[in-house]
């Protein structure tokens, strides 16, 4: 069987048992877009017109709901609303990192209720499989997703080596919930052993750190292009948010579709150029 990067978005969805993956696949194939935005911004105002102006670009939109600081609920139905305007996944860049029964908790309940809205989740690989196994008691009857962090885009990040290793054994060992990673590279196959059964294996890869302008930033986040992460690299999903909006403060709603068609165009002319090899 081909490595799975080498096949189209189509044939993996149709492949993946994951109904997050599916959905994913479906929408990158459907829409043309391999390109994910990161909303990092902190008024409600500005998040949800960012939203609004990429949607029909995007495949995913990645949030970090924690950060607004004027957060009510009417958020998340706005979300939900431009989720299904523009046919797009959500995924929450929780990055939970506790005992299972905590992080089962704070993907159900508290003031965000993460399970109820967010299609994607992720979290750390750091406190062993119990995070797993707590996390999918809630999402799995919601048929939602997990993405473990296996590679950070940060200088000096310590998701290397045998911490790596470790969690994409621990994703081998749950793939009906767990459905890739954050990374810079494929992960099928790493840090197998020789009784793992890896001939199948189809890992969503999304990458962060994309950059069409800059090479990097004063907090030691490091940019590749859309042909390294994509092309050279198998990666699935770009993730871009400042090369888009800039400041995300009072945003020129016109500007930020030119750079969300810019990315778009990008990602999907390096996944087509993959796929001719």
Known sequence: MSSPHLRSYEDRAQKHTNPAARALLNIMAKKKT??????????????????????????????HIDILEDFDPSVIDELQALSKKHEFLIFEDRK???????????????????????HITNAHAVPGPSIVTGLASVGLPLERGLILLAEMSSKGALTTGAYTEDAVRMARARRDFVIGFIAQHRMEGFGARET???????????????????????????????????????????I????????????????????????????????????SR
């Open 240 to 275: 871009v948010g400042r090369g888009i909006f800039g400041t995300g403060h009072d945003i020129d709603v016109g500007e930020v579709q030119r750079q969300a068609q810019r990315y778009k165009a990008a990602g999907w002319e390096a996944y087509e150029r993959r796929l």
């Open 96 to 118: 939970f990192a506790d005992i299972g029964n905590t992080v089962t908790l704070q993907y159900s309940s508290g003031v965000y209720k993460i399970a109820s809205w967010a």
């Open 34 to 63: 391999n390109l994910s935005v990161s909303v990092d911004v902190t008024r409600k105002r500005d998040f949800l017109a960012i939203v609004d102006a990429v949607g029909s670009y995007v495949c995913l939109i990645k949030t």
């Open 196 to 238: 793992d059964n890896v001939g199948d294996e189809d890992f969503l890869i999304l990458s962060p750190g994309v950059g069409l302008d800059a090479k990097g930033d004063a907090m030691g986040q490091q940019y590749r292009t859309p042909a390294e992460v994509v092309t050279d690299c198998g990666c699935d999903v770009i």
